[in-house]
């Protein structure tokens, strides 16, 4: 299995980013997908769920400005985020449980500047 993440970078608060995460070597549309997130010194966080048939969860920190969607055609989940704040810096990982096991991606750094 194996995630790739992209789309992180520098933006300012009020800004937006899409995150990316390409998906190798599930069933892609089988599965639920996760997007985390962690800053030095914290427990890894979840950020947005996605269910294989599309239902969404969020954090209440991110409720209103993240939205999380899935291309299955491209096995690819993203995660739309607007307003973001400086408390949004972080780095993100993209996440799928499968078959007893969690796989994630290397990451992608988020940097909120106020």
């Known amino acids: 299995v194996q995630l790739v993440e992209s789309g992180g970078g520098l933006v300012q608060a009020g800004g937006s980013l899409r995150l990316s995460c390409a998906a190798r070597g599930i069933y892609f549309s089988l599965n639920g997908m996760n997007w985390y997130r962690q800053t030095l010194g914290k427990q890894r966080e979840l950020v947005a769920t996605i269910t294989s048939g599309g239902y969404t969860n969020y954090d209440d920190s991110v409720k209103g400005r993240f939205t999380i969607s899935r291309d299955n055609a491209k096995n690819t989940v993203y995660l739309q985020m607007n307003s973001l704040k400086a408390e949004d810096t972080a780095r993100y990982y993209c996440?799928?449980?499968?078959?007893?096991?969690?796989?994630w991606g290397q990451g992608t750094q988020v940097t909120v500047s106020s």
């Open positions: 996440n799928v449980k499968n078959w007893g096991f969690a796989y």
